[in-house]
């Protein structure tokens, strides 16, 4: 079974909006990744977080993490049409393997 | 810099053939790793490598083999086509192991295989 879920499956708002993406998992993690995944291409690499960082920042990207709930968030403040993508958590397990949740579909309403 | 390249984009096999989706990086990064992408099943981990002349199996291994006999190539073998093997394959690279810093992962373009 896959390390992350992502929640929720699918989310729609207009822009100007704030979009918050979740994530959990289900072992020890060194780090977590954000990657987005635009429609047909690959995935673009958005936001490391630590496993000792509770908080970092990108731009309009705030990511969270909390380890003792094994959950992290990921708020895109302001959004715009071109943010409109599949978000994808990503970890490592504890292992030398980077293993991805299902992801979440965002659109975004000019 | 190209970054990851693969090839070919698209490929239509029927069942029982193989093939070799091939992968290569100029980045000159230590970890490579293939991914297959199904609808509503977030990318599944194939195979890895942590450098040239080690592999490992991900999350999904049966019916592939991988190589790594150089730093920047990657290849992933289809040993036996099935229609379960539809999907769509990503390859990955990234200086270092996920576990460690550096560890960003940069993808290819994809391809989409279809087996008939």
């Known amino acids: 079974s896959q390390q992350g879920e992502e929640d929720p499956q699918a989310l729609s708002i207009q822009e100007g909006e704030n979009a918050t993406m979740n994530c959990s998992y289900k072992?020890?993690?060194?780090?977590l990744q954000w990657y987005r995944q635009n429609s047909g291409r690959g995935l673009v690499h958005l936001i490391l977080i630590r496993s000792n960082e509770r908080e970092k920042h990108s731009g309009r990207l705030r990511v969270t993490l909390d380890t003792s709930k094994k959950s992290s968030s990921l708020l895109i403040t302001a959004s715009r049409a071109a943010d409109t993508a599949s978000y994808f958590c990503a970890t490592d397990a504890g292992t030398d393997k980077l293993i991805f949740g299902t992801g979440t579909r965002l659109q975004v309403f000019p | 810099n190209a970054g990851v390249t693969q090839t070919p984009k698209f490929q239509v096999l029927k069942t029982g053939q193989s093939m070799t989706l091939q992968c290569a990086q100029d980045?000159?990064?230590?970890?490579m790793s293939w991914y297959r992408q199904d609808p509503g099943m977030g990318l599944r981990l194939i195979h890895y490598?942590?450098?040239?002349?080690?592999?490992d199996q991900g999350e999904v291994p049966n019916g592939y083999n991988v190589s790594r006999s150089t730093t920047e190539d990657f290849p992933l073998r289809l040993l036996s086509a099935a229609p379960s093997q539809t999907s769509v394959y990503f390859c990955a690279s990234s200086w270092r192991t996920p576990s460690t810093m550096n560890t960003e992962a940069f993808f290819g373009q994809g391809t989409r295989l279809t087996v008939v």
């Open positions: 980045m000159n990064h230590e970890y």
């Open positions: 490598s942590v450098g040239a002349g080690i592999t």
């Open positions: 072992t020890s993690i060194n780090n």
